[in-house]
């Protein structure tokens, strides 16, 4: 899962970044609304997280032009002001979210999970594929109970490919979503890791869930 | 229900209800008072006139009429011209409606007594002067004492007398007219003075009520009913002046609590968050230290803030003394720059002073140099990198200006008078965050205005960026 955040504070940024990537978020940050909305319509983010006071564009702003552009990316709006006013200025501008600073970062997380699920229509944040179950609290994947351990990378891709189940995922897309933007989408990187986790995931059991589909990409399906 | 009967007790609606009633009592006795003690000395003087009026007249007829009075007897047959002065007497006694008594005698004999006093045995006491007027008490004639007129000729004396009763049945009768009404002049005046301060003091119930509803939240409001000219709209004037003093206070408290916690939220922000994550899992070393020194930093900008704060704080409310004192201006400003200059190799940016007159100022070093500090900080942190900010100064005859110069982004002139103002990064059309810089420039104001100087700011589309303080020499 790909997540922008818009801060111009830099520390704040490092740290939801840094704490993102922990959760096993792909996380690009733009210092600025015109940096992150620019950033917004070039690349395809899962959730974009915006502080409302910024330098060049506003919080606020951004999300108008995002809307703007027809792009439905769930927002989570950061404010340092505790205003009503701001509130609903922020949710009416288009945002699905706020959190007031100085803020827990579990809560950022949790409210990061609700906002991806209500996306997906989901209502818990367990993912499963027949005997395969993802919870996406815990980072646990376990199948037929018995736990798998996976790289933050390998978890990024079956989290994905979890999501989207019974859909055909292409490999760009797949890049998209679980590299930041400084990764090279030339390699075959992801093959490497689809094998990984093949490996991992269906060798020991009779009944494959992840498929290749010749020259477009990878299904996971029942 | 007590607390109500209380409240009314001592309310000073009941007061002046109570003190006009009792005044307008008080002048009502009075005036009956001296009503009663007026006429009660118009009518003795009065009736002691009547009296020696009428034995005067009585007097002069007996005397003028040289007849024989030895001899008379009442009854007896008179002559023509005798019975001319008896009815005179007679005269005099029957138009006396007030039933006087009246007796004439000589020297031997009663010789005369009007038919009021023909029953009575008495006879009046005997005084020696000519004329002579007492009181004489006889309960045969009256319980009350009788006012006796007695004048003496040669011959007869003649008493003129009046029960004092009936005089002082008149006054008795003014006085229980007066005991009548009182009572009901009392409830009048109850009445009317409870109307008259329940009218002048329910205005004084709608700022009891406004000033009841008013609180922190609402200071806005105003107690109605200023427009009245009298002390009751002074009042309220003075009231809504006060309530507007108060609310500027507030507001400036509420302003300032609200500016210093959005201050202080971005460092608890990262502060917060970077320890969170730092406990969430097991990190490396290097990855703790790097957050410990972060950590500090946000500490320090803290410190700074509260530091900030507390100096405008003060200044705001007079607590800050300035202690000026003469300074080479050349060398002051050299050493800072000394030690500023350091500040600017993060960017590669250095720090030029231009040529600064070696002459003597008189001013607040410390604060000064605050100010000038701030000044050459927020030069660093706006200025492009690779570029130099430059210290100039000019003597302006009484004053001195000193000009701290950047190149880099321009500050929008709709912007430019919003800098200084403390509470300017709270304010919603804030787009630009200037990183406590806010008070920074706030406190730069705060010192100038101490010194009595002003600070200027210019930002053309030249990409240069000159803020100035004048001060003066002295």
């Not at chain 1, 490497?192 to 269906?202: A, W």
């Amino acid at each position: 899962m790909r997540i922008l955040v818009v801060e111009d504070e830099k520390k704040v940024a490092s740290f939801i970044k840094k704490g993102l990537e922990e959760e096993f978020f792909q996380v690009d940050t733009a210092s600025n609304g015109k940096e992150g909305y620019e950033l917004a319509m070039k690349e395809e983010y899962d959730l974009i997280i915006s502080d409302i006071m910024m330098p060049v564009m506003s919080g606020i702003q951004l999300v108008r032009e995002i809307r703007k552009n027809e792009i439905n990316t769930p927002i989570l709006l950061l404010t340092i002001k505790n205003s009503t006013k701001d509130k609903v200025d922020g949710l009416d501008s288009g945002a699905d979210d706020y959190l007031i600073k100085p803020f827990a970062f579990e809560e950022l997380t949790a409210r990061v999970r609700a906002l991806l699920r209500r996306k997906e229509g989901k209502k818990d944040n367990i993912l499963f594929v027949a005997d395969l179950v993802m919870d996406l609290v815990a980072h646990k994947v376990t199948r037929d109970n018995i736990e798998i351990i996976l790289t933050p990378k390998e978890y990024s891709i079956l989290e994905f490919l979890m999501r989207h189940k019974n859909k055909i995922i292409s490999r760009t897309k797949l890049i998209e979503h679980v590299y930041d933007f400084h990764f090279d989408t030339g390699t075959n990187v992801i093959d490497v890791y689809i094998n990984k986790l093949r490996s991992k995931i269906d060798q020991s059991f009779e009944k494959q869930l992840i498929h290749t589909i010749r020259s477009v990409g990878y299904i996971i399906k029942e | 229900m007590f607390n109500k009967i209380k409240s009314f007790l001592s309310s000073t609606r009941l007061k002046i209800t109570i003190w006009y009633s009792s005044l307008f009592l008080f002048l009502e006795i009075l005036l009956g008072v001296i009503i009663y003690i007026y006429l009660f000395q118009v009518t003795r003087m009065n009736l002691d006139l009547n009296l020696k009026t009428q034995a005067n007249a009585i007097l002069r007829v007996v005397e003028e009429k040289h007849f024989d009075l030895d001899s008379f007897e009442p009854g007896a047959v008179y002559k023509s011209e005798d019975e001319m002065i008896w009815d005179i007497i007679y005269d005099a006694i029957v138009f006396n409606r007030r039933n006087t008594f009246i007796e004439i005698s000589n020297y031997r004999k009663i010789i005369f007594k009007t038919v009021n006093i023909e029953e009575i045995n008495l006879s009046f006491p005997e005084k020696k002067e000519k004329e002579a007027l007492f009181d004489y008490k006889n309960e045969k004639l009256s319980d009350d004492f009788i006012r006796v007129c007695q004048l003496r000729s040669k011959r007869y004396t003649v008493i003129v007398a009046y029960p004092k009763e009936y005089i002082a049945a008149t006054l008795n009768g003014l006085r229980d007219i007066y005991i009548m009404i009182a009572p009901v002049f009392l409830i009048i005046s109850l009445i009317g003075g409870a109307l008259i301060s329940s009218k002048s003091l329910k205005r004084f119930g709608v700022i009891i009520k406004k000033t009841e509803e008013i609180t922190g939240q609402n200071l806005d409001e105003q107690i109605p009913g200023g427009e009245y000219p009298d002390e009751y709209g002074r009042l309220v004037n003075k009231m809504n002046e006060m309530i507007k003093r108060i609310k500027t206070s507030v507001d400036y408290m509420n302003q300032f609590s609200v500016s210093a916690a959005h201050e202080l939220k971005t460092p608890l922000t990262i502060l917060r968050g970077e320890i969170e994550i730092a406990l969430k899992s097991p990190k490396t070393e290097e990855r703790y230290i790097e957050v410990l020194k972060s950590n500090y930093e946000e500490t320090i900008r803290m410190i700074k803030i509260v530091d900030n704060l507390f100096f405008i704080s003060k200044s705001d409310n007079a607590l800050i003394e300035i202690n000026k004192h003469e300074i080479n201006l050349n060398s002051y400003l050299t050493s800072i720059v000394q030690n500023m200059k350091i500040l600017g190799i993060e960017k590669n940016m250095t720090l030029v002073m231009d040529s600064c007159p070696a002459l003597n100022v008189k001013l607040d070093s410390e604060l000064i140099k605050q100010a000038l500090s701030n000044l050459i900080d927020n030069a660093f942190k706006y200025g492009e990198e690779n570029t130099e900010v430059r210290i100039d100064c000019e003597d302006l005859g009484g004053d001195i200006k000193i000009m701290i110069n950047n190149s880099g982004e321009n500050i929008p002139i709709e912007e430019i008078e919003k800098i200084f103002d403390r509470f300017y990064r709270a304010d919603k059309s804030r787009t630009r965050k200037t990183g406590g810089v806010g008070l920074g420039l706030s406190v730069v104001k705060s010192i100038v205005n101490l010194h009595k100087g002003i600070v200027q700011v210019e930002s053309n589309d030249n990409f240069q960026t000159t803020v100035s303080i004048i001060l003066p020499k002295s």
